[in-house]
């Protein structure tokens, strides 16, 4: 259980609040660079933190992330014409760069110095490999730029996909340090998955539904180690690291491309999953592209032209009785990321920790919340930078090993748990 | 011609901020009759500050090294005697002196069903042995700097 003041803390995300403040100082992704596919291509509304606002990309391929509204009269800029280096009100004309400066006011003299003094907020937003990154924070304290490894390994070693989640940011990303549920909810995935199918680990998964945790802290978050029995004198192991505020990583099976997610609040109802797959040391196959498209893994298919999964509230997520009877899936939902996001989404926009009974192989989430407090309230009270915020942190990945029982995890994988260029993920 | 009805789905209804208004609000009983054992001098003080704060059922022991136990004010205290009765044990380590006493009360814990949960406080992870000798039965081992650790874990528990 949490208290009722801190899980206020922990869920509300708006300016002004410490979780707010939080989030605002590290780079958060933004949106899918396929949004803005082109120069001059039409504007994005997005809501991130509780702040509307619209991404474009301007005429030089720059990308601009700056105040929905119009500075004049308070129309929306989506509906801006995107030319000219700059988007444009089609209200009356004012006209904003990337950086929100106004740079036309066409009802002022030709030669007035009125729109100098007309900005709009503008955040800025970078692409570092399939994602566009914002800083939402004070520019002098804007950290280097990211440096997870999803993002930074060539394009065709990697798939990233997004999806609207109508829930609070907490509790979906709760779910992705929450391994014990694994081998309930996504025990269908395991067996059936093409993203997940036929690996060793797998099997270790299915023959013991109880695993043993072990929560280390890190750099940059937490380590949290699952052990499963394997076989005679050994564990099967499998550790997922979290980077703060919002970043886990889903530790791997075979050879399968390695995942995780990146949760982004969107306001404290809802949020931005940020799914991604990639190998460190090859091409992704054609065949896990498609998958990955068709909402296989981590992934979801999402109405076209939209984030939103076809699978979603509206439609009791298309859930299946007889495919549950059948064995195909745990819950009747399909899919893994349908099969978290419709349990989240069931506790309620905000769900209320003041009701939870946690058991202890909940510690992972409970150690997480104490940081992220801790953090927030150093960050408040004395100003203290935290985890996460130096790309340093980024550069950890996840691991599945089997490993003699005496061995502890943290000694036997400092060096899996590390991003090594050209050396292949550790998995079982 | 029909008209279109909107007509939100049953999770939509019962996912959205108005119907939690009609959740059951019932008191919840403390889950758990806790036993904390901390088992060296530097645990001892952890368990010493926590047994200051209130709880609803958590009892409070310190390990002498070979798995005798006392009570936080000195009195022997037999380990079958205060594992009667409990559902959980949280141990405290800071060091490898405990490893005899974790081996004890793990495997009795683990005989009774009783989960076991260690926290580990330390920078470095002093407390090799006593992780080692704790792995076997700790369903759960929280590796920590921060003392704080503990006593959200048993907020987090309602002991």
């Known amino acids: ?428 | 011609m029909t008209t279109p009805t909107l007509q939100l789905s049953e999770s939509a209804r019962a996912a959205s901020a108005s119907e939690s208004r009609y959740r059951i609000d019932a008191p919840i009983r403390p889950a758990r009759s806790a036993r904390v054992v901390a088992l060296d001098e530097k645990a001892a003080a952890v368990a010493r500050r926590l047994a200051a704060h209130p709880w609803a059922h958590a009892r409070f022991y310190t390990g002498d090294g070979d798995a005798r136990l006392r009570e936080l004010d000195g009195a022997a205290a037999l380990l079958d005697e205060v594992l009667t009765g409990t559902d959980v044990v949280v141990v405290l380590a800071t060091e490898d002196g405990g490893r005899a006493a974790a081996a004890a009360i793990g495997r009795i814990c683990g005989r009774r069903g009783i989960t076991t949960a260690g926290v580990v406080l330390g920078d470095g992870f002093e407390a090799d042995d006593a992780v080692a000798a704790l792995r076997p039965y700790a369903r759960v081992l929280l590796l920590s700097a921060d003392e704080a650790d503990a006593f959200e874990l048993l907020t987090a528990l309602r002991v």
């Open chain 1, 1 to 428: 259980m949490l208290r009722k003041d801190i899980n206020e803390l922990l869920t509300r995300t708006g300016p002004g609040t410490p979780m707010g403040e939080l989030f605002r100082q590290y780079w958060i992704p933004a949106l899918l660079a396929e949004e803005l596919p082109d120069n001059d291509c039409p504007p994005v509304r997005v809501k991130l933190l509780s702040e509307r606002m619209v991404a474009f990309r301007d005429s030089e391929g720059r990308y601009g992330l700056v105040d929905e509204f119009c500075a004049h009269r308070g129309a929306s800029l989506w509906f801006g014409r995107n030319e000219g280096s700059g988007l444009r009100c089609p209200y009356h004309g004012w006209k904003y760069d990337v950086t929100g400066q106004c740079i036309e006011v066409p009802s002022e003299a030709d030669n007035s110095s009125f729109c100098q003094n007309v900005q709009l907020t503008s955040y800025p937003l970078v692409r570092i490999g399939d994602v566009l990154w914002t800083y939402m924070g004070d520019r002098a304290t804007q950290p280097p730029l990211p440096e997870f490894e999803w993002v930074h390994v060539p394009p065709e070693q990697t798939y990233t996909s997004k999806r609207w989640q109508q829930c609070n940011w907490l509790q979906a990303f709760e779910g992705g340090i929450d391994s014990s549920h694994v081998t309930f909810l996504h025990s269908g995935g395991l067996k059936t998955d093409p993203l997940f199918r036929g690996a060793k680990g797998n099997e270790y998964n299915m023959k013991d539904t109880k695993p043993f945790f072990e929560v280390a802290d890190s750099e940059g978050g937490l380590f949290v180690g699952a052990r499963r029995n394997a076989e005679d004198g050994t564990y099967y192991w499998r550790i997922t690291p979290y980077v703060m505020p919002a970043f886990t990583m889903v530790p791997p099976r075979g050879d399968h491309p390695v995942h995780g997610h990146f949760w982004v609040p969107i306001d404290d109802e809802n949020c931005w999953t940020f799914s991604f797959d990639y190998h460190p040391v090859r091409p992704l196959t054609d065949t896990e592209r498609q998958a990955m498209i068709d909402g296989h893994g981590v992934h979801s298919r999402n109405i076209p032209g939209t984030y939103r999964p076809m699978a979603n509230m509206d439609n009791d997520y298309l859930i299946d009785r007889e495919a549950q009877k059948r064995g195909e899936t745990y819950s009747g939902v399909a899919g893994i990321a349908m099969q978290d996001a419709s349990l989240q989404e069931s506790m309620g926009p905000i769900v209320d920790r003041s009701k939870e009974r946690l058991v202890p192989a909940d510690s992972g989430i409970i150690k997480a919340r104490q940081k992220l407090r801790k953090a927030a309230i150093a960050l408040r009270d004395e100003g203290v930078t935290p985890p996460g915020v130096n790309p340093e942190h980024h550069k950890v990945r996840s691991a599945a090993v089997v490993l003699p029982q005496a061995e502890s995890f943290l000694d036997s994988c400092r060096d899996a748990v590390k991003v090594t260029p050209g050396v292949p993920q550790a998995s079982v």
